[in-house]
């Protein structure tokens, strides 16, 4: 299968964007955005956890693309502060759409500072149906703006978070359980960190659950 998962380079904002992309053979198969975390820390579309979850959404027979933000890798521009990160990530998703104008669902997920973005993201296109957010970070970043949240979807992160207090997570999920018409799940890994060290295995049966789940409904 690893054969199929082809580098492309796609238009953005800031000039190119490296890209790993796994086509489908189903015409009406859903596709899926995944996103790196911070680029200034390290933080790139190769990370273990973005690349388990893209094998996740590929195994579920998605079409699924992540993404080097600018200035990352092979990708032209500089960090931005996620404003052009953002736009990154919309044209990610532009070109995505444009490979599978027939998918039956599309899905945003991000890791870490990728996950900001994706919920960011998920505000402005009503066409995304679910998103996965993993070990977001409500104590570093303002999530005030998914008031309302506009579908349901997944939070993930661990128990032993050395970046997160968990009652920044519990606050999170106390706004968004109090809306109606969406479900957020929110689910904790016990044993995990931040990068979900050792954890990647549980983190990937959730996902798997998840997304078998969530894609069954269309």
Sequence with gaps: MDNKIVEVFIPGPAGRMEAKYYKSEKITSPIALVLQPHPQYGGTMNN???????????????????????????SDGEF?????????????????ERENFDNSQCWVSGFSFG????????????????????????????FSFLSPCPTSGLMIYGKKDELVP??????????????????????AINDANHFFTKTEDVLVKCLDKYIKKESALF
């Design 48 to 74: 273990k956890v973005v690349v388990d979850t893209f094998h996740t959404f590929m195994e579920n027979g998605f079409s699924v693309c992540r993404v080097n933000f600018r200035g990352v890798g092979k």
């Design 166 to 187: 968990l009652e920044h997570i519990t606050d999170l999920d106390k706004r968004l359980s109090a809306q109606k018409g969406i479900k957020v799940d929110f689910q």
């Design 115 to 142: 996950s900001l973005i994706a919920m960011q993201l998920l505000m402005r296109r009503p066409e995304i149906n679910r998103f996965i957010a993993i070990s977001p970070q409500p104590n570093v970043y303002d």
């Design 80 to 96: 931005d502060n996620g404003q052009g990160e953002l736009a990154d990530a919309a044209a990610a998703l532009d070109w995505l």
